[in-house]
C-alpha cells in the first residue's frame, strides 16, 4: 500500500523537502539520506558494537558461565530452605493451619501425614538430610529423624502382611499394577504429573523418565490415599530405581493406606473385577492404630510439642535461619534470640577477622610507606633493583612463603632460637610467636606488603620533588613539609593500597589456615570448614555473602570519604 | 685581600664551585655580588649551571667550594627553611591539595603568624597579583598564567628580602608573558625585594633586568645591564646568544688608539672596537648588529670603510624591513631597516654598500 501513501502525501498540502542537514527549526537533525541523524549514527556504530561485542564475547560467556552463575547460586544457597516443604509436602501443609501457641499437640491429620511424608522420605533416604538441615536450628532433631525413619515401617509392614495373608493375590505386584494402573478406562493424569513432581523435588532431580503407569481415575476418586502412595511409589520405582512397576510389590505403605481407606470405601462406582479384589481385602480385619501414638512410640519427641515448633518455623521456602546462624542468633518458635552461649563463635570471628585485617593494613602501611617513598625516590638504578626485591615475594609460591614463616616463627625456630642464643630468652620459657595472632599479623604482613607499596609507590611517582622544596623555602622545616605537603597528596596511594591489602586479607585462608592456630583464623576459615567438613553450604553461603557486604560497605565509605576516583593503581 | 663583597653587597658568590660526580664542574669559580633591591638574572642555555646557582643560593645543593653569603652572613650551612628566601617554581608547585588561601597561609602558618596578621597579608598579597577573588579556589582550578600569579604571591607573602625565580615564565604563551614580566618587574621594584631570576629566554633576560648575568659552560661570560650586554658583548658567545647577530671572519692587522682595522676573509678592510683581541695576526670575529648597518652612505662619517653587498632576500615583518645580504663570502648577512616612509624596499640582485659606525663593531675571539 505504498503507493496510496504517497499518494495521500501529494493529495495534502505539499511539504517542503527539508534540505538534509539544514537546521530546521524543530525536530531531529537529519542526516544527508533524510533519516534522523542519531539513527543513523546508532545505525553506523552498531556495526562497530556488534563487531566488539563479539570480541568480547568468549571472555564474556567464561566469565558468566565459570564465575558469575557459580557464585550466585552459591550465595542463593544462604536464603534457600526448600528441602522442608519437598521433603514433608504433606506435613508442611497441614501444620499451616496449626497454632503452636495454644500448647496443643497437632491433630491426628498431621501425624498422618507426617507419617506418609517419612515413609517416603526413609525410602528414598532423604530424611536424614532433612534431619541434618533442622538440627542448625535445633539440635537433637536429627536424631529424631534418624530413629523415625527406622522405625517408620513396622506399622505399614504389619499391615501388608495382614493383607497379603488375607488376600495372597496383594503379594503379587502384578494384581496392584492391574487394580492400580488406568489400562484401558479413564486415567488421573493430573495426580501422576503432581507425584512426579513431587517426587522430583525429593530427589532434587527432574524425574522425566517415561513411564507407563498411569493412575486409575475411579480408584483415585474412591482411594484417594491409596492412588496417591502408590503413584509415587511408581514414579519413584522407574525414575529411582529404573524398575517396572509391574513387576514390583509396592511400599508397604500401599497396603496400610488401602486397608485404612477400603472399610469407608464406596466400591459401587468399580468396575466388577476391580471390586471384587477389593470385597476381598474389605474382609482384612485390620485395626489401623492411631498415628500419635504410633510416632510417639517410634520416638516420644513426636509425642511434645517441639518437633512441631521447629518444623513449622521452618517450613517456608526461604529463611534467614542461615544468616541468623551466622551472627549467632536463631530463629525460635518464640521468635528470634541468640545462639547459647557456647556455641556463639562466629561474631567474635568476624570481629577477630576485621580487626586482624585491620592490624595487617596498618602495618602493611607503616612498613610499606618507607619503601615506597625510597623507590619514587632514588635514582633509577636503584629503584629498579629495590623494585625487583619487592616484587620477589610474588615470584615465590604463597604456600613456600607461608611455611618459611612457620620455619621462622615456631618455639623450636630460627628467631627464637637466635633469641636463646643471645640470652634474651631463656630456653624453658620460648616465645609463642605462632599459631596465634601474632604469626597470622606477620605472616599475612609480609605476604600482602607489595600490594600496599605498588599503589603507594605509583602515587608517590606523580608527586613532583619541587613541591617539597617549594614547601621548604618557604620556612618549612623538613617533616612539615612531608607531613602538611606531601603527605596529604600521598594519600589516595595508601588509600588504594588499603582496599587493596584489607579486601584480600579479610577473605584471606591459606595463610591463617596454616599460622593461624586456633586463636589466629579467620572467618574464611570457618567458611571452608563449613564447605568441606561440615556440609552446612547455607551457613558457609551466608557467612560469605556477609563477608562481600562488609567489603562493599566499606569501599562505598572509602568512595564517601576518600573518593573513588582518587585511587590510583598506575 | 681580594675581597669582591663591598658594604652595599646583599648576595655573594664567593669563588664557589659545584660538581655533582666528582669528575666535572658544573660550576666554575663563580664570583658574584649583588646589591639590595637589584633584579639580576641568570641567563644562559641548559646545562650552563645557572639553575644549579639558583639551587645553591636556595639552599636545595650545596657548594662543592666557595662561600655564599646572604646579607654579609655565609649561609652555606644554613639549611633551606631557615634562609627566608622565597622562591618561585618553574611548574608553580602550588599545593595541590589546598585551597589559594591555604597556600599562602602556608609560609606563615610555619612561621607562627596569628590568624588576623595572616588573613591581612594574604590579602595583601592577592591584592598585589590582582588575585583576591580566587582565594578560596583550588590550584587546579586556575588558569597557568592565575597559577603563577598565586605563585608569585606565594612566595612574597611572608615578606622575603630575597625571591628566587626558576623560569616561572616558561610555561605560558607569549603574551601572558609579557605581560607577567612587567608585572613582576614592577612588584619587585616597587616591594624594592631583591630578585634572582633564571631563565634561557634572552627577551625576558633583557626587558625584566638591572643586570644579566649569561652563564656559560659553568662560568658567567658576561655581568652587565641589558644595554650594555647587548650593544658591547664582551666576547663571542654573549655576542652571538644575545640577540641577532652578524658575524664576519677576519685577522687582525692593525690595533691602535682603541680601533683595530681588521681584514675580512674576503680581502676587504673594515673598522672595528677591538674587545678580546690583543694582537696583530690574531684571527677574530667580527659582530655587527643588523640594525645598526648603515645603507645610507650619507648617515656614515667621512671616510668610513665601506663593503659592497648583494641583495639576496627581502621579508616584509611589519615594523622592520630584514634584507639579506652577501656581504664578503656571507650569505647570511641579515640588515634590519624600520619601516618608515622614506625607506627604500630593496630588490633581490640588487648591489649596495653598507657600512656602519666603527664603535657598533666589535673585533671578538674568533
Not at chain 1, 625516590?377 to 612457620?406: C, D
Not at chain 2, 666557595?66 to 627566608?84: A, C, F, Q, Y
Request: glycine share 8%; aromatic share 8%; with cysteine.
Amino acid at each position: 500500500m505504498s503507493n496510496a501513501k504517497d499518494d495521500d502525501a501529494v493529495a495534502g498540502p505539499v511539504p517542503v523537502a527539508p534540505v538534509p542537514n539544514a537546521p530546521t527549526e524543530s525536530g531531529p537533525v537529519l542526516a544527508a539520506d533524510g533519516t534522523p541523524l542519531k539513527r543513523s549514527l546508532s545505525r553506523a556504530l552498531r556495526r562497530q558494537k556488534g563487531r566488539a561485542l563479539l570480541l568480547v564475547a568468549p571472555l564474556l560467556i567464561f566469565v558468566l558461565v565459570t564465575f558469575i552463575i557459580p557464585i550466585g547460586s552459591m550465595l542463593f544457597r544462604s536464603v534457600e530452605n526448600d528441602i522442608v516443604s519437598n521433603t514433608l509436602p504433606y506435613t508442611v501443609q497441614r501444620l499451616a493451619s496449626w497454632e503452636a501457641e495454644s500448647g496443643n499437640l497437632p491433630s491426628e491429620d498431621v501425624y498422618k501425614a507426617m507419617y506418609d511424608d517419612l515413609f517416603v522420605a526413609a525410602e528414598a533416604k532423604r530424611h536424614t538430610r532433612l534431619g541434618s538441615r533442622l538440627n542448625y536450628e535445633q539440635t537433637g532433631i536429627s536424631s529424631l529423624f534418624r530413629q523415625s525413619g527406622r522405625g517408620v515401617d513396622d506399622l505399614a509392614g504389619d499391615a501388608a502382611d495382614a493383607l497379603e495373608d488375607a488376600v495372597p493375590a496383594f503379594g503379587e505386584g502384578e494384581t496392584w499394577y492391574a487394580l492400580m494402573d488406568a489400562g484401558s478406562g479413564e486415567g488421573n493424569t493430573t495426580l501422576l504429573s503432581n507425584m512426579r513432581d513431587r517426587i522430583g523435588r525429593l530427589n532434587d532431580s527432574a524425574a522425566s523418565a517415561e513411564m507407563d503407569f498411569v493412575p486409575s481415575a475411579e480408584i483415585a476418586a474412591v482411594l484417594p490415599r491409596t492412588a496417591r502412595t502408590y503413584t509415587e511409589w511408581a514414579v519413584y520405582t522407574v525414575t529411582e530405581d529404573e524398575r517396572n512397576p509391574a513387576e514390583r510389590d509396592p511400599w508397604e505403605l500401599v497396603s496400610l493406606a488401602l486397608l485404612e481407606e477400603l472399610p469407608t470405601a464406596d466400591l459401587s462406582g468399580l468396575s466388577a473385577e476391580r471390586a471384587a479384589l477389593l470385597q476381598q481385602a474389605q474382609a482384612v480385619d485390620f485395626n489401623v492404630p492411631s498415628y500419635r501414638e504410633t510416632l510417639a512410640e517410634i520416638d516420644e519427641e513426636w509425642g511434645t510439642v517441639t518437633p512441631w515448633e521447629t518444623i513449622q518455623t521452618h517450613s517456608s521456602k526461604y529463611t534467614a535461619g542461615y544468616f541468623l546462624n551466622a551472627i549467632d542468633a536463631q530463629k525460635t518458635p518464640d521468635g528470634y534470640e541468640w545462639q547459647p552461649e557456647e556455641k556463639q563463635i562466629l561474631l567474635t570471628l568476624f570481629g577477630r577477622t576485621l580487626f586482624m585485617s585491620l592490624m595487617i593494613t596498618g602495618s602493611c602501611i607503616l612498613l610499606g610507606y618507607p619503601v615506597a617513598w625510597l623507590l619514587a625516590n632514588l635514582p633509577a638504578y636503584k629503584a629498579n633493583l629495590l623494585m625487583i626485591l619487592v616484587l620477589l615475594p610474588f615470584w615465590t609460591s604463597l604456600l613456600v612463603r607461608t611455611s618459611a614463616w612457620k620455619v621462622m616463627l615456631q618455639s623450636q625456630g630460627v628467631i627464637n632460637d637466635v633469641l636463646v642464643w643471645i640470652g634474651l630468652v631463656d630456653d624453658a620459657n620460648r616465645l609463642v610467636m605462632i599459631n596465634n595472632q601474632f604469626g597470622t599479623i606477620v605472616a599475612m604482613t609480609h605476604i600482602l606488603l607489595p600490594f600496599m607499596i605498588l599503589p603507594m609507590y605509583s602515587v608517590m611517582q606523580t608527586v613532583p620533588p619541587s613541591y617539597l622544596r617549594a614547601a621548604k623555602s618557604l620556612g618549612a622545616t623538613n617533616w612539615t613539609a612531608f607531613w602538611r605537603v606531601y603527605f596529604p597528596q600521598s594519600v589516595p596511594g595508601i588509600g588504594a593500597g588499603s582496599i587493596l591489602v584489607f579486601i584480600l586479607s579479610i577473605g584471606y585462608y591459606i595463610t591463617p589456615e596454616i599460622v593461624g592456630g586456633t586463636s589466629g583464623v579467620f572467618i574464611s576459615n570457618r567458611i571452608a570448614y563449613h564447605i568441606s567438613s561440615s556440609l552446612n553450604w547455607g551457613l558457609a553461603a551466608a557467612l560469605g555473602t556477609i563477608l562481600l557486604a562488609v567489603v562493599l560497605v566499606l569501599y562505598w565509605c572509602y568512595d564517601r570519604i576518600v573518593g573513588i576516583d582518587n585511587v590510583k593503581l598506575g | 685581600m681580594a675581597n669582591t663583597s663591598t658594604d652595599a653587597a646583599f648576595v655573594e658568590f664567593e669563588r664557589v664551585q659545584k660538581s655533582y660526580d666528582g669528575v666535572n664542574l658544573v660550576v666554575k669559580d663563580l664570583n658574584l655580588s649583588m646589591p639590595r633591591g637589584e633584579f639580576l638574572t641568570m641567563l644562559g642555555p641548559s646545562g650552563s649551571g645557572k639553575t644549579t646557582c639558583l639551587m645553591m643560593l636556595a639552599g636545595f645543593e650545596t657548594a662543592t667550594h666557595g662561600d655564599i653569603r646572604l646579607g654579609g652572613t655565609s649561609i652555606n650551612n644554613i639549611p633551606p627553611h631557615k634562609r627566608g628566601i622565597g622562591m618561585v617554581f618553574q611548574n608553580y608547585a602550588l599545593f595541590p591539595h589546598m585551597t589559594v588561601a591555604e597556600n599562602l597561609a602556608f609560609p606563615l602558618e610555619v612561621r607562627k603568624i596569628g590568624k588576623s596578621q595572616r588573613e591581612e597579608k594574604i590579602h595583601r598579597a592577592l591584592g598585589m597579583v590582582q588575585m583576591n577573588d580566587f582565594a578560596g579556589r583550588r590550584p587546579t582550578q586556575l588558569s597557568g598564567g592565575q597559577q603563577q600569579r598565586i605563585a608569585l604571591a606565594r612566595a612574597l607573602v611572608f615578606e622575603p628580602e630575597l625571591v628566587l625565580m626558576d623560569e616561572p615564565l616558561g610555561a605560558l604563551d607569549k603574551q601572558l608573558r609579557e605581560t607577567l614580566q612587567f608585572e613582576i618587574t614592577n612588584l619587585a621594584h616597587d616591594l624594592g625585594i631583591t630578585v634572582v631570576y633564571v631563565t634561557h629566554d634572552q627577551t625576558e633576560a633583557l626587558t625584566m633586568s638591572d643586570r644579566v648575568a649569561v652563564f656559560e659552560n659553568g662560568r658567567i661570560q658576561q655581568l652587565a645591564p641589558p644595554d650594555q650586554l647587548y650593544e658591547k658583548p664582551e666576547n663571542s658567545f654573549v655576542a652571538q646568544f644575545i640577540g641577532e647577530n652578524n658575524t664576519l671572519m677576519g685577522e687582525i692587522k692593525e690595533i691602535s688608539n682603541g680601533t683595530a682595522v681588521v681584514q675580512l676573509d674576503g680581502g676587504d678592510l673594515i673598522d672595528a672596537v677591538p674587545v678580546n683581541v690583543t694582537k696583530v695576526g690574531e684571527r677574530t670575529r667580527v659582530s655587527i648588529r643588523p640594525e645598526r648597518v648603515e645603507m645610507n652612505k650619507d648617515r656614515l662619517m667621512p671616510g668610513a670603510k665601506t663593503l659592497k653587498a648583494e641583495v639576496l632576500e627581502f621579508i616584509y615583518m611589519g615594523d622592520i624591513f630584514r634584507t639579506r645580504l652577501r656581504v664578503a663570502g656571507s650569505d647570511e648577512f641579515v640588515i634590519k631597516t624600520r619601516n618608515a616612509p622614506d625607506q627604500e624596499r630593496l630588490t633581490p640582485g640588487t648591489q649596495i654598500e653598507i657600512g656602519w659606525l666603527p664603535e657598533d663593531c666589535r673585533a671578538l675571539d674568533a
